[in-house]
């Protein structure tokens, strides 16, 4: 299974990645919230939450993340304001590199998504703060890359993607 790739530029506030953001659709491993956070944790993504996704543009310096959609539908802008909005639905992944905007732009009542991080990084939350842009592109370079797919594992095609 290929994922949808979808490159930003940085927009003086999103500062976004040189790394594609990666969609997947139709992931089996992701229509309940404990075989996700299985599949994460199998192939090192570790950290699991359970929530939804913020409803303001927001994007994390420190920390690679990958969403998975285990319930219901939405929409959600990524690469900040001027980027692009992706309907998202059950068993749909999101893996987004560190600095990649995202923002819940509209969604069902019942939107579950299971989150998690490479080896557990330690996350931050950036809204964007022209101020410290400076500061939050030292921050996403210095991110390693992670080991793994958190969809398939050695065998996925986001080291490829990503090298």
Known sequence: MQP????????????NSRLP??????????TEPAACERLFAQRGWLGAWRNGIFSFHHFHSTAHEVLGI????GSVALG???????????GDVLVLPAGTGHCNRGSSGDLLVVGAYPDAMSWDIRRGDPAEHDEVFANITAVPLPASDPVHGDAGPLRELWR
Do not use: N
């Not at 949808?4 to 500062?15: H, K, S």
């Open 4 to 15: 949808e790739t979808l490159q930003f530029q940085d927009d003086g506030a999103i500062p």
């Open 21 to 30: 953001a990666l969609v997947y659709h139709g992931v089996d491993a992701a």
């Open 70 to 73: 285990v319930r219901g539908t």
């Open 80 to 90: 900040g304001p001027s980027g692009r909005v992706v309907d998202i639905e059950r």
